[in-house]
């Protein structure tokens, strides 16, 4: 990530165009068809806006499993970028908390972990739980 983006907070996530995903009650439906983005591991997006009343970061882990992070870091509620080949999500500034794959503070001026979403994939189909 360059300095300009941390000295900003510019996340270097691409959102995720809302024809990927939809709100479907307490869930979230990503369509893997739509969202190129998460074919490989270390890919990422975006899920912001559509009425979504939190933002979230959804990966691909470097093991090739899906997570869900509440897409707000708990030192200053800036966003999260999943860094490939380091198995850990960071914040987007200069500050760079860092968070394993469970949530839980690494490093940083965090105090406490993300909120992580339960995910489940169905097909072509990533169902995140908000609940």
């Known amino acids: 990530m360059g300095i300009f983006h941390r000295i900003f907070g510019i996340s270097e996530t691409p ?4 024809r990927a995903w939809k709100r479907k009650g307490k869930e979230i439906v990503v369509n ?22 939190n933002r979230i970061l959804l990966f691909k882990g470097d093991d090739g499993e899906f997570r869900a992070f509440h897409n707000k870091c708990a030192c ?4 999260l970028d999943h860094h490939p080949g380091t198995s850990t999500v960071q914040c987007c500034t200069l500050g760079r908390s860092t968070y394993d794959y469970n949530g839980n503070v690494l490093k940083g001026s965090a105090r406490h972990a993300v909120k992580t979403y339960s995910v489940k994939q169905d097909g072509r189909k990533i169902i995140i739980s908000t609940e």
């Open 15 to 18: 959102k995720a165009p809302g």
């Open 32 to 53: 893997l068809d739509r969202a190129d983005e998460l074919e490989k591991p270390g890919g990422s997006v975006r899920l912001e806006g559509m009425g979504l009343k």
């Open 76 to 79: 200053a509620g800036w966003r």
